[in-house]
């Protein structure tokens, strides 16, 4: 069992950044990679980003790329994700992701294994 906590989040104007955290906990939680999806009102889940336990591979869709960083910090088992530049596009409610799956593979994936209750995040124009 995995357990994950989002932090962050909020209300931003668009060129700004924000910071989302998420702390992840439970026995076997280095088993699994970490990253964030978003869901926009009305739309899809779309991946933003994931990266291996070790901290040494990432992934992010060209959406994001350069814009977003995600990042790891396993003594205190917490994934950040830096989001700078941000555009109203980027508006949705933000979820911390963990999966035991290669993250190649997490822009198609259909079912997570462990989520987080997810936090806002808005964009103004």
Do not use: H
């Not at 060209?62 to 994934?79: E, L």
């Amino acid at each position: 069992q995995v357990q994950l906590v989002e932090s962050g989040g909020g209300l931003v104007q668009a060129g700004g950044s924000l910071s989302l955290s998420c702390a992840a906990s439970g026995r076997a939680v280095s088993n699994y990679a970490v990253g964030w999806f978003r869901q926009a009102q009305g739309k899809e889940r779309e991946f933003v980003a994931a990266i291996t336990w070790s901290g040494l591979r990432t992934m992010s869709p060209d959406s994001v790329k350069g814009r977003f960083t995600i990042s790891r910090d396993k003594a205190k088992n917490t994934v950040y994700l830096q989001m700078n530049s941000l555009k109203p596009e980027d508006t949705a409610v933000y979820y911390c992701a963990a999966d035991r799956s290669p993250i190649f593979y997490w822009a198609t994936k259909k079912d997570i294994d462990y989520q987080g209750q997810g936090t806002q995040v808005t964009v103004s124009s």
